[in-house]
Each structure stands twice: as C-alpha cells, then as structure tokens.
C-alpha cells in the first residue's frame, strides 16, 4: 500500500478474508508458493506412491522437500520455517518470513514422513529452535510439571497460542518416533500437559492462555490441531496418558463443532461459516482417534457441499451463499492431505505417520 498503517493493514487482510469473491487480483496480491501447503502436500504425494506405487508421485513429494529444506530461515538455532509474506495482527506487524512453530512443525511433519534420513536429520535440527529460539521453559501446572513456548521469536511472554504449543508437542513427538530419544517424548509431554491444565470445562480450548486474549472463541479447526496432537501422543508414545482430557474434547468437537451430518460448525455458537479446512482437520482428528465411520463422512459432505469438479475444493459455505473460489494451501492442500491420511490410516486409529 502506498503508506503504512496498521489499520489500513488489518482492513485489507480482513477484506481478502471475508470478501464473497476473490479479491486478491485487485489487490495485486502475488500468487507465492506456500511452505505450509507444500508441506501437506508432499505428505499427500507420499501417501499416494504408497497406495499406488506410481513413483511420479515420490518424485514430486521429492520435489517439493527439497524446496522446504531450501527455505529455512537463516540466523536461528535450528531448522524452521514461516510465512513468506508480512501478517499485519492487532499488536504488531510481523515481518515476511519470520519463523513461527505451526509452520516449521507441519514442515518437520513432512520431512519425518519422507523416510529419507538426509530430510530427517535436517528436521531433527528444528528441536533447537524451539528449545532456543522460542523462549522454551517449564511451569508448574494443575497436571504437574509443564511447559510451554511462544509462537513465534517475536511474541510477547505475555500470551501463549495453545494450538501452536500443542502442534509444538506434535513436532517433539515426530521426532521421538523418528530418533527414538527420549527427551523429545519428555518435551512433547511437558507441553501437552499445560495445554491440557488449560482445557475448558466443556472440553474444549480457547485460542489463547490467558483466555481473554483470545480473538477467536473454541473455533473449530484450532480444536482440531490440539485433539490430534494429543491422540498423535497417545499413539506414538503412551497409550494410558491424557484419556480424561482427550475423550471431553472428542465430545466436545463432535457434539459442538460437527452436524451429525458431518458439516462443521465454525465454533461452539456460531453455525457459519462452513470451511473447508475444518472440515479437512476434521477427517484427520477422528481418522487418526478411530471413528473413521464419522471421518467419512465429513469428507461425504465436503465433497458434496464444496467440492467444484475437476480435483478443486471451494473455501467456505455462507449461510446465504458458498464462496466459489479456490485457495491452493488452505483448500486444496488441506483437502489432499486429509483425504490421503483418511485411506492410509489403518481402521483402529493407530497412527504410524
């Protein structure tokens, strides 16, 4: 914009969001290729070389691997990865490609998964940037000893995102299942067991600790990154841990942020709008938690509701109108990702991946 101002920022990003169609043209707004998008798509890409064998498919998983491990930030302790664009909040612009946990650990997600010990090692690496970089330390909670970092090296210690420290726990627990070390099963634990001394008594959790600094109430799809981190723990690591906090918050999502027709509610009161990538986190939670029966059927309306032919999912059911529009990472990577894990998860929930 020719000047800057925070407001005049917010209005913008909120006009992208929001607007009934897609209004990123006019805004010149550049197509960029996203490191969160192409994380979930090369783990669709090798999902699919394992159902089909076509090494087509290893070849762009490959491709798009390289391409993450090309992108780590510089000037950090270890591997991470972030936005490649400036997000304009309420407190504070944060600039173009500053790191921040949720994408380095869909990012480290990918590379695990990959099976291939030179990506491997590199996303071993993003440990110490959470460690380091992330002002990592342990407290004292309700549950015993936690812990818990910031989203990203500028954030204020002030506030704590509890979907980004449960993903955080989520990256811990890939690379324990990667190394086999057991201070990342430690650290995975330490931080879910904060995120679970924060669960509302509804069963479900608010955007931030503390909850008045939330913007968003009990959204959907936030829910949904905290339900699956906690069952990917249980999988992977201990079985027996977190049984109270994980079976209120599958009551919760199931019975507050999901239609028994499988459409997803935006949060716990409002209807609308319909996205597809809460429908998209939704087939993964029960996928993964062992109602794969309820997971098809998410993935039975958003292929019915939202679905526009030709391989493209469109990004939101209005209460008075869909938006036609595709948006590649938050659409269809979520899309290929999620449909992709629902067909290579075994029906008992287990997660090996």
């Known amino acids: 914009m020719p000047v800057e101002n925070r407001w005049l920022n917010i209005a913008v990003q909120e006009s992208c969001k929001r607007a009934p169609i897609n209004i990123r043209p006019l805004f010149l707004v550049p197509k960029r290729r996203n490191i969160k998008g192409a994380s979930l798509f090369a783990v669709a890409y090798?999902?699919?070389?394992?159902?089909?064998?076509?090494?087509?498919?290893?070849?762009?998983?490959?491709?798009?691997?390289?391409?993450?491990?090309?992108m780590r930030r510089e000037g950090y302790a270890g591997f991470c990865a972030g936005h490649r664009h400036p997000v304009q909040s309420l407190e504070s612009k944060t600039p173009a490609n500053t790191p921040d946990i949720v994408t380095t650990s869909y990012a480290v997600r990918s590379l695990c998964r990959?099976?291939?010990?030179?990506?491997?090692?590199i996303a071993t690496s993003a440990a110490e940037f959470v460690y380091t970089d992330l002002e990592y330390h342990t407290i004292e909670t309700e549950l015993g000893t936690g812990a818990r970092l910031t989203y990203k090296?500028?954030?204020?210690?002030?506030?704590?995102?509890?979907?980004?420290?449960?993903?955080?726990?989520?990256?811990?627990?890939?690379?324990?299942?990667?190394?086999?070390t057991e201070a990342y099963a430690d650290t995975a634990r330490q931080i879910l067991h904060y995120v679970a001394a924060n669960q509302h008594p509804s069963g479900g959790w608010k955007y931030r600790d503390p909850p008045s600094a939330s913007h968003v109430s009990m959204d959907n799809y936030h829910n949904g990154f905290i339900i699956e981190s906690f069952v990917?723990?249980?999988?992977?690591?201990d079985p027996d841990a977190f049984t109270a906090t994980v079976d209120r918050a599958l009551e919760f999502y199931r019975t507050?942020?999901?239609?028994?027709?499988?459409?997803?509610?935006?949060?716990?009161?409002?209807?609308?709008?319909?996205?597809?990538h809460a429908a998209a986190q939704g087939i993964l939670v029960f996928a993964y938690a062992g109602k794969p029966a309820f997971a098809r059927r998410i993935a039975d309306w958003a292929i019915n509701t939202l679905y526009a032919g030709g391989g493209r999912f469109y990004y939101q059911q209005r209460k008075h109108y869909t938006k036609r529009?595709?948006?590649?990472?938050?659409?269809?990577?979520?899309?290929?990702?999620?449909?992709?894990?629902?067909?290579?998860?075994?029906?008992?929930?287990?997660?090996?991946?």
């Open 46 to 70: 090798q999902n699919l070389f394992d159902c089909l064998a076509d090494h087509r498919y290893r070849s762009e998983s490959q491709q798009l691997l390289d391409w993450i491990c090309s």
């Open 256 to 276: 507050s942020l999901y239609e028994s027709s499988g459409a997803p509610n935006w949060d716990e009161r409002s209807t609308y709008p319909r996205d597809i």
């Open 153 to 180: 090296p500028t954030s204020s210690t002030d506030q704590f995102t509890l979907n980004a420290n449960a993903l955080g726990a989520r990256l811990f627990v890939d690379l324990y299942e990667q190394t086999g």
């Open 232 to 237: 990917r723990y249980r999988a992977v690591i």
């Open 325 to 353: 529009f595709t948006l590649m990472r938050w659409c269809q990577a979520w899309m290929a990702y999620s449909l992709t894990e629902l067909v290579t998860t075994p029906s008992d929930g287990v997660v090996s991946a």
């Open 114 to 121: 990959s099976g291939i010990p030179r990506y491997q090692q």
